[in-house]
């Protein structure tokens, strides 16, 4: 299965998708002009990798910044890997967040709430 690599932007967050190594990592910022469009790619990747993933899959979720068009779109990343995680693999999400970051933190908090897969906050010292 080919891996996602993409380099972040200005408004784009770098992607790294490597179904060999079972991490799923999205770091920097989301806000790009079309979301859908943007994720639609990692969405599809999850959904082929759901077929057989590894025993353990790592999540890394390092976001400064996402709008409301991303929350959603990263929702749906959620929801493919909770697919996964039913299917009886195990799958961790570590959410970073900087320490004076109350926002990232909540919306880390508020994805864990609604996706049933173990999440670790883990705050990042600046």
Same mark, same amino acid.
């Given at each position: 299965?080919?891996?996602?690599?993409?380099?972040? +932007?200005? @408004?784009?967050?770098?992607?790294? *998708?490597?179904?060999? =190594?079972? %991490?799923?990592?999205? #770091?920097?910022?989301?806000?790009?002009?079309?979301?859908?469009?943007?994720?639609?790619?990692?969405?599809?990747?999850?959904?082929?990798?759901?077929?057989?993933?590894?025993?353990?899959?790592?999540?890394?979720?390092?976001?400064?910044?996402?709008?409301?068009? +991303?929350? @959603?779109?990263?929702?749906?990343? *959620?929801?493919?890997? =909770?697919? %996964?995680?039913?299917? #009886?693999?195990?799958?961790?999400?570590?959410?970073?967040?900087?320490?004076?970051?109350?926002?990232?933190?909540?919306?880390?908090?508020?994805?864990?709430?609604?996706?049933?897969?173990?999440?670790?906050?883990?705050?990042?010292?600046?």
């Amino acid at each position: 299965m080919e891996h996602i690599s993409i380099e972040g +932007s200005p @408004k784009t967050p770098t992607v790294k *998708f490597d179904a060999s =190594e079972g %991490i799923v990592e999205i #770091k920097g910022r989301s806000i790009p002009e079309n979301s859908i469009e943007f994720y639609k790619p990692l969405v599809d990747w999850l959904e082929e990798y759901k077929k057989d993933p590894l025993p353990l899959t790592k999540v890394n979720i390092q976001l400064e910044y996402f709008n409301t068009s +991303s929350s @959603k779109c990263i929702l749906d990343v *959620f929801k493919k890997l =909770e697919a %996964i995680h039913k299917a #009886k693999h195990d799958v961790v999400v570590n959410w970073y967040y900087e320490e004076d970051d109350e926002d990232m933190l909540e919306a880390g908090e508020d994805y864990e709430s609604i996706i049933r897969i173990p999440f670790k906050m883990i705050e990042i010292a600046e």
